[in-house]
T-cell receptor, first 109, second 115 residues
Framework: RKEVEQDPGPFNVPEGATVAFNCTYSNSASQSFFWYRQDCRKEPKLLMSVYSSGNEDGRFTAQLNRASQYISLLIRDSKLSDSATYLCVVDPNDYKLSFGAGTTVTVRA | SQTIHQWPATLVQPVGSPLSLECTVEGTSNPNLYWYRQAAGRGLQLLFYSVGIGQISSEVPQNLSASRPQDRQFILSSKKLLLSDSGFYLC??????????????FGPGTRLTVL
């Protein structure tokens, strides 16, 4: 079983729509959680950390459900510039991070 | 502020040739350093990580090696490249924490094509 699993998508949504997707993680001892964004042929960049109580950053909302071991990301009022691959990242309590394979979002005009 | 550099940005090499990719970090001391590979359309594969000078942990057996000759320098090498070594190589750094990972920050990557 993979440590972090994501629906690869693609999620094709019109501008202004809301899109949400989850990822699941296998290690219940995981301590830290992140969402990264990766544009085509570019390096991943930190989008936001995910806190136990859930957190927002502008149009982006992240939620953590420890009991069910999943993390979600919701994007409101989608912009064309939100088109990217979103990587779910988990700290399984050692020196390394575990990266999901990514969920691709395409926002169309 | 911290910055991370990688070079070259792109590289085309013949099968069997050697490889040396370099990564340097500025603006921080004693970072954890990481090498990843991303094959086309795939997720990130951790190749090596280092928590200090001369300390290298290998994640995947392969014909690659890594070295950390200085605190903020991380080098990925190969003596003989294989076709399967093609991919997007990413270096990353994080703040050093005992037994824990932290947010990782990536360099711009090197796109390697082995022909």
């Amino acid at each position: 079983r993979k440590e972090v699993e994501q629906d690869p998508g693609p999620f094709n949504v019109p501008e202004g729509a809301t899109v949400a997707f989850n990822c699941t993680y296998s290690n219940s001892a995981s301590q830290s959680f992140f969402w990264y964004r990766q544009d085509c042929r570019k390096e991943p960049k930190l989008l936001m950390s995910v806190y136990s109580s859930g957190n927002e950053d502008g149009r982006f909302t992240a939620q953590l459900n420890r009991a069910s071991q999943y993390i979600s990301l919701l994007i409101r009022d989608s912009k064309l510039s939100d088109s990217a691959t979103y990587l779910c990242v988990v700290d399984p309590n050692d020196y390394k991070l575990s990266f999901g394979a990514g969920t691709t979002v395409t926002v169309r005009a | 502020s911290q910055t991370i550099h990688q070079w070259p940005a792109t590289l085309v090499q013949p099968v069997g040739s050697p490889l040396s990719l370099e990564c340097t970090v500025e603006g921080t001391s004693n970072p954890n350093l990481y090498w990843y590979r991303q094959a086309a359309g795939r997720g990130l594969q951790l190749l090596f990580y280092s928590v200090g000078i001369g300390q290298i942990s290998s994640e995947v057996p392969q014909n690659l090696s890594a070295s950390r000759p200085q605190d903020r320098q991380f080098i990925l090498s190969s003596k003989k490249l294989l076709l399967s070594d093609s991919g997007f190589y990413l270096c990353a750094w994080s703040v050093s924490k005992k037994s824990r990972a932290d947010t990782q920050y990536f360099g711009p990557g090197t796109r390697l094509t082995v022909l």
